[in-house]
């Protein structure tokens, strides 16, 4: 009779042993390193640079989820906002979208930035942080998502400030079924002037300018 499988296996060294011998010979570097002290300190600045810039990256994918790295982005310049002239220019982070950050009755908060989205869309943090009253309308708002049907309640933003741009009275949804998740929709972006994307760069040119704040 034949023998049944093994419940465990081990992986062929042979398959690895290009992967075990940068290892090795990378051990063997770092331990030839620390006697030599030219090499000693190329080493040990390089280690530090590539931390650095790790610490950087970090801040810089982290910061459209949290407040307090967004703060330190901005005070580091590796923010992915800029205001060039009358228009506002965002990179697209490395998830593949453009988050904005804005100042929403006068609270600053990371935005997504949606055109597939009708209207713009708030959590119930977030409204509640700015003082919006959303309440139900007197016709039920259903949205569709990708997770199926969900009800929210409209309100009203005073006045949404996104660098050079200001747009007053923008009607909004609010659900709790958004987490987080503050989505700046079409209802926006139909009040500019213009709005593109150029090498991953989205551009918003409003119809007048503002001042920015700071500035």
Do not use: C
Not at 169 to 189: E, H, I, K, R, Y
Not at 206 to 213: A, L
Request: proline share 6%.
């Amino acid at each position: 009779m034949p023998k049944d499988p093994p419940i465990f296996s081990f992986p062929d060294f042979a398959q690895h042993q290009t992967l075990y011998g940068a290892i090795a010979i990378a051990v063997l570097v770092l331990v030839v390193a620390q006697r030599i002290p030219i090499i000693r300190t190329l080493v040990n600045t390089a280690i530090t640079l590539a931390l650095v810039a790790l610490l950087f990256v970090a801040i810089g994918q982290r910061s459209q989820f949290d407040p307090y790295l967004g703060k330190i982005a901005k005070l580091l310049r590796i923010d992915d906002q800029q205001v060039v002239g009358g228009e506002v220019r965002i990179r697209m982070s490395p998830d593949g979208h453009f988050w904005a950050r804005a100042r929403i009755d006068g609270v600053e908060r990371r935005l997504l930035i949606d055109s597939g989205a009708t209207i713009t869309a708030l959590s119930t943090k977030t409204a509640a942080a700015a003082g919006i009253d959303a309440r139900p309308s007197v016709v039920p708002i259903v949205l569709q998502t990708a997770n199926g049907a969900i009800p929210a309640q409209s309100g009203k933003i005073g006045e949404l400030k996104l660098g050079a741009i200001v747009a007053r009275d923008l009607q909004v949804v609010v659900s709790p079924a958004f987490g987080d998740t503050n989505v700046l929709g079409m209802n926006f972006l139909s009040r500019l002037a213009s709005w593109r994307v150029e090498e991953n760069v989205l551009i918003l040119v409003p119809h007048h300018p503002q001042k920015v704040d700071g500035a």
